[in-house]
T-cell receptor, first 114, second 109 residues
């Protein structure tokens, strides 16, 4: 039983490069989320998906894109990375949409953009 | 704007009781959450309050006052493993979670 997995665990990336962070859940949850966590700030929602085939923008979507082709996978793509995207990225899921009372988080990806 | 305030850091002694406060100003209210996050790990769900009052779950309790925009997390019989950050989050009228920056709790023997 894996829950939510993320890959890679960490990555150092040159500015301007394209990068996809992977997220997979095996709980058959309908909703999935991408957050970034920066020191001194709360988790900030980047994008979310309430069900397969739909996505929505969160608080800080600029520079990021997502897709939700199936229930299990929710990749996050940085089209052209910039140093301000250095952060820890968490993927999360919940049974239903944002009315669910608990989100389950993956282990995170630590991304450094130089 | 929307705002969640909680202390940056607190220190407590093993075996004691600690109260972590959270105040919020959000566009609407659809519940308040507490999560625990150990260093380098993912947040994990602790509690959910939507009505005023105290919710008790073992050594942890969470209190909510909607009229005051205030919540606290109470941890009893502190153990060394309780050293972690505690995140307060409020679900607003759009059902978006607004997160506080977290309170780092240091437990001393």
């Amino acid at each position: 039983i894996a829950g939510i997995t993320q890959a890679p665990t960490s990555q150092i990336l040159a500015a301007g490069r394209r990068m996809t962070l992977r997220c997979t859940q095996d709980m058959r949850h309908n909703a999935m989320y991408w957050y970034r966590q920066d020191l001194g700030l709360g988790l900030r929602l980047i994008h979310y998906s309430n069900t397969a085939g739909t996505t929505g923008k969160g608080e800080v979507p600029d520079g990021y894109s997502v897709s939700r082709a199936n229930t299990d996978d929710f990749p996050l793509t940085l089209a052209s990375a910039v140093p301000s995207q250095t952060s820890v990225y968490f993927c999360a899921s919940s049974e239903a949409g944002q009315g669910s009372n608990e989100q389950f988080f993956g282990p995170g990806t630590r991304l450094t953009v130089l | 704007g929307q705002n969640i305030d909680q202390p940056t850091e607190m220190t407590a002694t093993e075996g004691a009781i600690v109260q972590i406060n959270c105040t919020y100003q959000t566009s609407g209210f659809n519940g308040l959450f507490w999560y625990q996050q150990h260093a380098g790990e993912a947040p994990t769900f602790l509690s959910y309050n939507v009505l005023d009052g105290l919710e008790e779950k073992g050594r942890f309790s969470s209190f909510l006052s909607r009229s005051k925009g205030y919540s606290y997390l109470l941890l009893k019989e502190l153990q060394m493993k309780d050293s972690a950050s505690y995140l307060c989050a409020v679900r607003d009228s759009n059902y978006q979670l607004i997160w506080g920056a977290g309170t780092k709790l240091i437990i001393k023997p």
